[in-house]
């Protein structure tokens, strides 16, 4: 039996056999041929084309089934791609000429064409080259035998073991019949955890050289509630969890008489408890909770895995179902938040190859830059006011004259629907996170533009101590009890209520049982919590005392370190 202990990423306890997934890169040597095997080299070449074509309309059929025709042609750009001479033909004489083995002919005539495609001028072809990669991928897996293992194609249920997953490819494993996953790479508050917690995944990450102990077949323990594995499980560990399993399945249920109960802490404090939306897959899911509203909306997932972005129409029927299915509660629509992890290959300038991707292009920088996506976003969250009550949030402001920018792309965005005879409300609210230090430093000033804030813990956090949120190198140093993190946030919620206005904190901190009882203590008037974690969160609030709280929140802020603010904390529970 080995234990390995990493980061607990989604809570959950997963017991199965391992399935582990290939790392990316395919490394193609130069092997030189004998002039009789060239024949050979070439059928096998031929044989390998066939099977990418037979892969392509398998995928052509999935996606007309998932996403429709739209997005089904894409495959169509694959097709071409697979039929053009220069793979088609040029492969094949360089087998002949060079007697070289087909991948290495290959690895050289996709290099070509990807030159080519670098001297492009119009980015939205230059980006057409994610799909060649794509493509040449599946056709040098043919090659070498790899079977490519989609993220999802665990045959029995699995569990997952991978040395690092993206936000895209953990948005694969929707439908799929993986128990959980662990990684080697990754942090508690990476999007990839997050987005796990949302789909009801168990993880654990963060686990350094686990995907190099672990073989397909394995049996493993997943524990996501204490942030390790076991592998090769002994029985009594096996009937231990399986137990546990049984257990928490039980206090999910017993929770479930809290929906729709008001969040009030046992004093009488009353708080508005609101839900984290990641995809619009699990709208019902989320209002079955019946939370007071969703207080983010992170859009940026309609936006990955894709290649083309999704136009007005798109975007604005699925705000519409979230504005509609929840009014007149109301909806925060934040505009995509793509950079750092989240990356999207879509046919405009991307951030890529940033030696820094959380200090880089992303959010409303991302955005600001391309300000028609701005729009077309603005626009499609403003259709989507006809049918609820939306507020529209920015993510990652850290200038007064970014706010500023961005509100008048807004104004823009309104003019045009008025004038195009859109019966728009009076107001749509305009608000910002606060996740980045400088805008929790210039509270006071933003505040005199944006009409509400909500602060993103997961990125402060990263901001405020320099920690870097999917590295875990550094994940025992990201502490959302550090004092620097509590003074900052009692800062926020003191300025903000001194403008007579209310604050929400949307990050994990409103999701973690022992970091809620603190920003309640804090004063937080909204608590926007993952919806793994909802119930749960209320639990904690009904019980609370808010005297307790202020008092140990009080008490904690005067702390030096954060073993002593947890200290100071636990005497909320007393
Ligand atoms: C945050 O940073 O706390 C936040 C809610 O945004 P995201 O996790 O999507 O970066
Ligand atoms: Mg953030």
């Given at each position: 039996?080995?234990?390995?202990?990493?980061?607990?990423?989604?809570?959950?306890?997963?017991?199965?056999?391992a399935?582990?997934?290939?790392?990316?890169?395919?490394?193609?040597?130069?092997?030189?041929?004998?002039p009789?095997?060239?024949?050979?080299?070439?059928?096998?070449?031929?044989?390998?084309?066939?099977?990418?074509?037979?892969?392509?309309?398998?995928?052509?059929?999935?996606?007309?089934?998932?996403?429709g025709?739209?997005?089904?042609?894409?495959?169509?750009?694959?097709?071409?791609?697979?039929?053009?001479?220069?793979?088609?033909?040029?492969?094949?004489?360089?087998?002949?000429?060079?007697?070289?083995?087909?991948?290495?002919?290959?690895?050289e005539?996709?290099?070509?064409?990807?030159?080519?495609?670098?001297?492009i001028?119009?980015?939205?072809?230059?980006?057409?080259?994610?799909?060649?990669?794509?493509?040449?991928?599946?056709?040098?897996?043919?090659?070498?035998?790899?079977?490519?293992?989609?993220?999802?194609?665990?045959?029995?249920?699995?569990?997952?073991?991978?040395?690092?997953?993206?936000?895209?490819?953990t948005?694969?494993?929707?439908?799929?019949?993986?128990?959980?996953?662990v990684?080697?790479?990754?942090?508690?508050?990476?999007?990839?955890?997050?987005?796990?917690?949302?789909?009801?995944?168990?993880?654990?990450?963060?686990?350094?050289?686990?995907?190099?102990?672990?073989?397909?077949?394995?049996e493993?323990?997943?524990?996501?509630?204490?942030?390790?594995?076991?592998?090769?499980?002994s029985?009594?560990?096996v009937?231990?969890?399986?137990?546990?399993?049984?257990?928490?399945?039980?206090?999910?249920?017993?929770?479930?008489?809290?929906?729709?109960?008001?969040?009030?802490?046992?004093?009488?404090?009353k708080?508005?408890?609101?839900?984290?939306?990641?995809?619009?897959?699990?709208?019902?899911?989320?209002?079955?909770?019946?939370?007071?509203?969703?207080?983010?909306?992170?859009?940026?997932?309609?936006?990955?895995?894709?290649?083309?972005?999704?136009?007005?129409?798109?975007?604005?029927?699925?705000?519409?179902?979230?504005?509609?299915?929840?009014?007149?509660?109301?909806?925060?629509?934040?505009?995509?938040?793509?950079?750092?992890?989240?990356?999207?290959?879509?046919?405009?300038?991307?951030?890529?190859?940033?030696?820094?991707?959380?200090?880089?292009?992303?959010?409303?920088?991302?955005?600001?830059?391309?300000?028609?996506?701005?729009?077309?976003?603005?626009?499609?969250?403003?259709?989507?006011?006809?049918?609820?009550?939306?507020?529209?949030?920015?993510?990652?402001?850290?200038?007064?004259?970014?706010?500023?920018?961005?509100?008048?792309?807004?104004t823009?965005?309104?003019?045009?629907?008025?004038?195009?005879?859109?019966?728009?409300?009076?107001?749509?609210?305009?608000?910002?996170m606060?996740?980045?230090?400088?805008?929790?430093?210039?509270?006071?000033?933003?505040?005199?533009?944006?009409?509400?804030?909500?602060?993103?813990?997961?990125?402060?956090?990263?901001?405020?101590?320099?920690?870097?949120?999917?590295?875990?190198?550094?994940?025992?140093?990201?502490?959302?009890?550090?004092?620097?993190?509590?003074?900052?946030?009692?800062?926020?919620?003191?300025?903000?209520?001194?403008?007579?206005?209310?604050?929400?904190?949307?990050?994990?901190m409103?999701?973690?049982?022992?970091?809620?009882?603190?920003?309640?203590?804090?004063?937080?008037?909204?608590?926007?919590?993952?919806?793994?974690?909802?119930?749960?969160?209320?639990?904690?609030?009904?019980?609370?005392?808010?005297?307790?709280?202020?008092?140990?929140?009080?008490?904690?802020?005067?702390?030096?370190?954060?073993?002593?603010?947890?200290?100071?904390?636990?005497?909320?529970?007393?």
């Amino acid at each position: 039996m080995i234990v390995i202990k990493g980061v607990a990423a989604s809570p959950g306890i997963a017991i199965g056999k391992a399935h582990t997934v290939e790392p990316e890169e395919i490394v193609v040597s130069r092997i030189e041929i004998l002039p009789e095997n060239v024949r050979q080299e070439i059928k096998r070449f031929k044989a390998a084309l066939d099977a990418t074509y037979r892969d392509l309309d398998q995928a052509e059929s999935k996606v007309l089934k998932m996403l429709g025709k739209e997005h089904a042609k894409l495959i169509d750009t694959h097709r071409l791609i697979l039929s053009d001479p220069l793979i088609t033909k040029d492969v094949a004489r360089r087998i002949a000429e060079e007697r070289v083995n087909a991948e290495f002919a290959l690895s050289e005539a996709l290099e070509r064409i990807n030159q080519a495609f670098e001297k492009i001028q119009d980015e939205f072809f230059r980006e057409r080259r994610h799909d060649l990669f794509d493509v040449g991928k599946r056709l040098l897996s043919h090659l070498l035998k790899h079977e490519k293992k989609s993220l999802a194609d665990a045959r029995a249920p699995a569990i997952l073991v991978a040395r690092n997953l993206l936000p895209s490819d953990t948005l694969n494993l929707k439908d799929s019949s993986v128990l959980g996953f662990v990684t080697d790479l990754g942090g508690k508050s990476s999007h990839t955890a997050i987005l796990a917690q949302s789909m009801k995944i168990p993880a654990v990450v963060g686990l350094a050289d686990a995907s190099h102990r672990i073989k397909t077949g394995d049996e493993l323990i997943l524990d996501g509630d204490q942030g390790l594995i076991i592998i090769h499980p002994s029985p009594e560990a096996v009937a231990k969890y399986q137990k546990a399993r049984l257990d928490s399945l039980k206090e999910d249920q017993a929770l479930d008489e809290l929906r729709g109960v008001p969040a009030v802490t046992a004093d009488g404090h009353k708080l508005k408890m609101m839900v984290n939306l990641d995809t619009i897959e699990e709208l019902k899911a989320v209002a079955g909770l019946k939370p007071d509203g969703i207080g983010l909306f992170r859009t940026e997932y309609l936006f990955l895995n894709r290649t083309a972005q999704p136009g007005e129409e798109e975007q604005a029927k699925a705000y519409s179902q979230a504005a509609k299915l929840f009014d007149p509660l109301p909806v925060v629509i934040r505009t995509a938040d793509i950079g750092g992890d989240r990356v999207a290959h879509l046919g405009f300038e991307t951030p890529k190859n940033e030696a820094n991707p959380f200090l880089g292009l992303r959010g409303i920088r991302l955005f600001l830059r391309h300000s028609d996506l701005l729009k077309t976003q603005f626009r499609a969250i403003m259709r989507a006011s006809l049918h609820g009550k939306v507020r529209v949030m920015l993510p990652m402001v850290c200038a007064l004259r970014e706010l500023q920018s961005a509100r008048r792309v807004f104004t823009q965005a309104a003019q045009e629907l008025l004038g195009e005879g859109v019966q728009l409300p009076k107001k749509i609210e305009l608000g910002i996170m606060v996740e980045v230090p400088a805008a929790a430093l210039m509270l006071d000033a933003l505040l005199a533009e944006a009409d509400f804030v909500s602060v993103g813990t997961n990125d402060l956090i990263q901001y405020v101590l320099a920690v870097d949120r999917v590295n875990e190198e550094v994940a025992h140093l990201y502490d959302p009890f550090h004092p620097a993190v509590l003074r900052l946030l009692r800062e926020i919620v003191e300025t903000v209520h001194r403008r007579g206005k209310t604050v929400s904190v949307c990050g994990e901190m409103a999701s973690d049982p022992k970091a809620a009882p603190l920003l309640v203590g804090l004063g937080v008037d909204t608590l926007s919590v993952s919806s793994r974690m909802y119930l749960r969160i209320k639990q904690i609030v009904r019980r609370l005392s808010m005297e307790k709280a202020r008092e140990a929140v009080r008490l904690a802020a005067g702390q030096a370190d954060s073993e002593a603010v947890r200290r100071a904390l636990l005497s909320i529970e007393a």
